[in-house]
């Protein structure tokens, strides 16, 4: 498949002196050592202690915490024998060769976009490059052979986001041929268990690799150099994630409004196989719903652990507590594996014996008892191995004997919102919510309108929800940090129960991911059961000759085609819900974690809690400002990434309704099909390139203008971002399931009941998977890169640079808004005359 790049040379061209000119003046100002002459605290000159000196602390009767980490590793690897036994299993799984050959064009459709985005990728990165080795090359003045070591890892970052993508698409393509064979027999329990089982493939694959690599750093890396391969690291994978959720996000979105609207143009079913633009709406299934929450997901892991690693060092000035702490949150993290790998297992025995047999059940009931027999086996693993480690935690020859249960509490009370928030999600986006049927209802009467105004309500409701639990768990947090951990985290009584708290709020987001492989498995549920629909459509196993006597050959059991459909649509009505629930918990680590990462930046500026406080008020201009600008970027964030969408379905529906050919075919062109891929991934492309590069400058300005007016700026960006995201999130899956009740319990398609509700769905699939998932990324990616800008700033004003400074920021800022105006202006919807 070849894709045209026309679209995309404007940008570069015109463009290109502007970057150039931006850089040079960027690496010019820095040719100084801008912080030799400071002292200051940073995340980029953390020592990390020595786990291996026994002196210091040691565990389990005498073992090393180097010793017990690197027992972690072969956790890590044995998550990734588990991911790669399943994804076996699957590809042995009985499949149609009808099925098989449609599962596999969807596959190479998503392999050659994915080949398309790695290689935008690597150009997104070398900005990135630039500014990192202008900060560690010449403002740290660190030799070249670390500098290449920071960036290797940084892109570490990026190749691993991209290689758990890669392998959520190939086995999800595997999975969907399979589901949709399994439920030719009837049997409800297959339709469920291959899903779920490719989902767990991901999720322990995703979260072994991101434990083994952050292994390898503390372990292996030089213990000076350790801090700052993290930020690489942290900085690749959220550079890797915020592109592939927004491209990916934009690509699905194009082609899934694209698709739909052909049912209300031609009066046409869902996935028909007539329409050139079911085979992209696939394809974008996975690029959406595969591959932007795999790379999310890789990167939330990550960035989290970095940012609580970074805090560790930075607020706590014993090194035999460093220890301590460090290897804990590891152990931890090593535990969330086998906590998952546990429960998993343990839930597929009963849920086979429960419904194994069954003609019918209820698809969420299995999801939810996975989801909450997770989330207590991760708590009485983390007391017990708290207890373990820390139960005889001793500083000053004083005992804390209760640090271990506070901790542990702490954890649990995030990794209780891992089970409450989807619980929370489920009463607005489930088929069984009474929010979703009040969508149908009110389509019933005021057609569209009432449909979109009913899942707007919908929407807010959930925010206000899920914002008043979110304060509830880090308020207990914060009450329970308030007792041993304030001892023990510094002595400076002050800052301690400052330090405690902001540390509870990390592990609160910390126990948001306890219980972290099932949260990506119930998520990329979603995107099989979807498929399995399009698949079973496409195939057109119906009109294949003898089809009935073939699979009862060779496959040894009687086909029930109109109990399949059923089973499929209703199973895919399951994914939707699950797929709508783990995007709070996602974008709730974002906002909670994010509090952790700004704490790094306030302690660098306020020279570790000891000067400039009073600049961290609505009484100091320019951090009310930055709350301000933070706001303002969230909704054109929200408009930029929807436009894309629009303006690309936009086209694609031009291209499909003068193409479709409903008399003469059976199945769509190929070449059509191609043609609407290119469609969706050009606009894909434009949208992305426009957004990240308004974000990198637009970080890069406002950390230039005043450094307290950025602290400002992330505050807002976070906060806001929080409820913008769950409303978006939200009022997106209740329009999402409502057309879903209309489709499997009213039997109403074609009717305007269901026209109506399609037009609800188109409006919220950017809401759901566009504009919303994208920025728990996007908040990660400029608090971590921001964190490297300001100290440049900050360093060129210490050494008398003042006017250089406003010089680079007005010249990030005029870039930046070029790349605004292009996200809005440049990406119009033309009528065909104006366009040319």
């Not at 990165?125 to 070249?144: D, H, K, N, R, S």
């Not at 934009?250 to 196989?273: C, H, N, P, V």
């Amino acid at each position: 498949m070849t894709f045209s790049y026309s679209a995309l040379a404007p940008p570069w061209r015109s463009l290109a002196r502007h970057l150039l000119l931006a850089f040079i003046f960027a690496i010019g100002a820095a040719t100084l050592p801008a912080l030799a002459a400071t002292e200051h605290v940073s995340e980029a000159n953390l020592v990390l202690p020595d786990l291996g000196d026994v002196s210091l602390v040691t565990f389990l009767g005498g073992i090393s915490g180097w010793t017990l980490l690197s027992w972690g590793l072969l956790v890590s690897l044995g998550g990734l024998v588990f991911g790669a036994v399943i994804y076996s299993q699957i590809q042995r799984l009985p499949v149609h060769r009808s099925m098989a050959e449609v599962s596999e064009l969807i596959y190479e459709t998503c392999k050659t976009y994915m080949l398309t985005q790695g290689k935008f990728l690597l150009i997104l990165e070398a900005f990135t490059a630039v500014i990192m080795i202008g900060y560690f090359y010449v403002v740290q003045e660190l030799p070249v052979p670390d500098v290449a070591m920071i960036l290797a890892f940084s892109l570490v970052g990026i190749a691993g986001s991209f290689g758990v993508a890669w392998f959520g698409i190939r086995i999800n393509t595997l999975a969907n041929s399979r589901t949709a064979f399994a439920s030719l027999a009837a049997k409800p329990y297959p339709v469920y268990a291959i899903p779920i089982k490719s989902g767990i493939s991901i999720g322990m694959l995703l979260i072994s690799t991101e434990l083994l690599i952050m292994l390898c750093i503390m372990l292996f890396v030089p213990a000076a150099l350790a801090g700052k391969c993290f930020i690489g690291f942290a900085i690749g994978e959220s550079l890797g994630a915020a592109a592939l959720r927004i491209a990916g996000g934009i690509f699905t979105k194009i082609a899934d409004i694209g698709s739909d609207l052909m049912k209300i143009e031609f009066g046409i079913q869902e996935d028909d196989a007539r329409n050139p633009g079911v085979i992209a709406d696939c394809a974008g299934d996975n690029a959406g719903d595969s591959v932007g929450p795999t790379a999310d997901g890789f990167e939330t892991y990550g960035v989290t652990g970095v940012a609580l690693i970074s805090f560790i060092m930075l607020a706590v000035p014993e090194a035999a507590v460093q220890v301590q702490l460090l290897v804990w949150l590891f152990v931890m993290r090593v535990m969330m594996i086998v906590a998952s790998g546990i429960s998993y297992l343990g839930n597929q025995m009963v849920a086979r014996r429960r419904y194994g047999d069954k003609q019918r059940f209820n698809f969420e009931a299995p999801l939810t008892s996975l989801v909450w027999i997770t989330s207590v086996v991760s708590v009485v693993i983390t007391f017990i191995v708290s207890y373990l480690l820390m139960g005889n935690f001793a500083l000053d020859g004083k005992q804390y004997s209760n640090l271990w249960w506070q901790l542990s509490l702490i954890i649990t009370l995030g990794t209780l919102a891992g089970a409450i928030i989807p619980e929370v999600v489920k009463v607005f986006t489930s088929t069984n919510s009474r929010h979703v049927r009040e969508v149908v209802t009110a389509s019933e009467a005021g057609g569209a309108s009432l449909n979109i105004l009913s899942g707007i309500v919908a929407g807010y409701f959930s925010a206000f929800w899920i914002g008043v639990i979110i304060v509830g768990l880090m308020s207990g947090a914060y009450v329970v940090s308030q007792f041993d951990l304030t001892a023990v985290i510094n002595p400076d009584d002050a800052k301690a129960a400052m330090m405690a708290a902001v540390f509870s709020f990390g592990l609160v987001a910390f126990g948001f991911l306890g219980m972290g492989p099932v949260t990506i498995a119930v998520d990329s549920y979603g995107p099989v059961t979807d498929n399995a629909q399009s698949v079973y459509e496409l195939s057109m196993i119906e009109q294949v000759p003898g089809i009935k006597a073939e699979v009862k050959k060779d496959f040894g059991f009687d086909l029930d085609f109109r109990s399949a459909k059923f089973l499929l649509e209703e199973n895919d009505g399951a994914g939707n819900t699950f797929k709508a629930t783990a995007k709070p918990v996602l974008i709730g680590t974002a906002v909670v974690g994010a509090t952790t990462m700004v704490f790094s930046i306030v302690m660098l500026l306020t020279a570790g809690l000891t000067e400039n406080l009073d600049k961290l008020s609505l009484l100091h201009p320019p951090f009310l400002l930055g709350l301000i600008a933070g706001g303002a970027t969230i909704f054109w964030f929200s408009g930029a990434s929807t436009q894309a969408v629009s303006t690309g379905a936009y086209r694609a529906v031009e291209f499909i309704s003068t193409h479709i050919r409903l008399d003469e075919v059976v199945k769509a062109s190929q070449k059509d099909s191609k043609k609407v891929v290119e469609i969706c991934t050009i606009y894909a492309q434009k949208g992305m390139f426009n957004i990240f590069m308004a974000v990198f400058f637009g970080t890069l300005a406002c950390a230039f203008i005043e450094p307290f007016f950025f602290i400002g700026y992330l505050i807002s960006l976070a906060i806001i971002g929080l409820y913008q995201a769950v409303f978006m999130a939200n009022a997106g899956g209740a329009w999402d399931n409502a057309k879903k009740i209309v489709e499997t319990e009213m039997h109403a398609k074609g009717t305007d009941l269901h026209n109506a509700s399609v037009v609800g769905d188109t409006v919220g699939d950017p809401f759901k998977d566009t504009a919303s998932v994208a920025m728990n990324p996007i908040i990660k990616f400029t608090t971590l890169f921001g964190l490297l800008a300001v100290e440049m700033a900050v360093g060129l004003e210490v050494q008398g640079q003042q006017v250089l400074v406003y010089a680079l920021a007005a010249l990030f800022l005029a870039v930046n808004l070029v790349f605004v105006f292009r996200s809005f202006y440049g990406m119009r919807i033309l009528a065909k005359k104006e366009n040319g």
